[in-house]
């Protein structure tokens, strides 16, 4: 009797796991993703002359699936933009693991069991904002948008010396940084 009772469960639990489904992101969402549509190298450099060369990676996206009872059945979707500080750069990604490590720039995800909430976190130099952040910063209409520490989830994170804040520009991405001693790095 169990049996008859569990196998219709499972026959429906696997149905609605493999059936493909998508989700959308509005351009708003994907809009930090837009300066990284091609692998691109920067150098900032600060007014005395310390350099750092980033690596940007182009923008990926990704599909992950979830198929358990404990769990659910449900996909993940996400894209995300690294990067990598060159051995060269005055600023060090710390990561125990490996020298000049990729790390994540920005990364947004969705699910199709709740498409319409998206998770998202900017990490840049040891700063890190979180969804709420971006969230909030989401109706800004200003070519540049300014990150700074005091709005930061963590600051100081995997980083030899972390950074005070940042600037984005929509069309060309990070153009300039403020380090931990006021000075401006530029492109």
């Known amino acids: 009797m169990v049996i008859r009772l569990i196998i219709p469960f ?6 609605l796991g493999c059936s493909y489904k998508d989700v959308i992101f509005t351009k708003e969402e994907l809009k930090w993703t837009e300066p ?8 900032y450099k600060s007014p005395d002359n ?24 449900y996909y993940t979707y996400s894209y995300s933009v690294d990067y990598r500080l060159t051995i060269e750069s005055y600023h060090k990604i ?6 000049g490590a990729r790390t994540s720039l920005f990364d947004i995800s969705k ?18 904002f979180d969804s709420k952040f971006l969230e ?6 200003s070519s540049i948008t ?3 520490e005091s709005k930061a989830q963590y600051k100081g994170v995997n980083i030899n010396e972390g950074i005070r804040s940042f600037k984005f520009q929509k069309e060309n991405g990070i153009i300039s940084f403020i380090d931990k001693n006021n000075q401006e790095w530029f492109r």
Do not use: M, W
Request: aromatic share 12%; proline share 3%; hydrophobic share 35%.
């Open 10 to 15: 499972l026959i429906f639990c696997f149905i």
């Open 111 to 128: 699910s199709t069991d709740d498409p319409t909430s998206a998770e998202q976190e900017f990490c840049f130099l040891g700063l890190i």
């Open 94 to 99: 710390i990561n125990p693991n490996e020298v």
């Open 146 to 148: 300014l990150f700074d």
């Open 136 to 141: 909030d910063i989401s109706n800004d209409t």
């Open 50 to 73: 310390k350099r750092d060369t980033v690596i940007f990676y182009q923008v990926q996206r990704q599909i992950n699936h979830t198929h358990s009872l404990e769990q659910g059945y």
């Open 36 to 43: 990284y549509q091609h692998d691109d190298t920067i150098v």
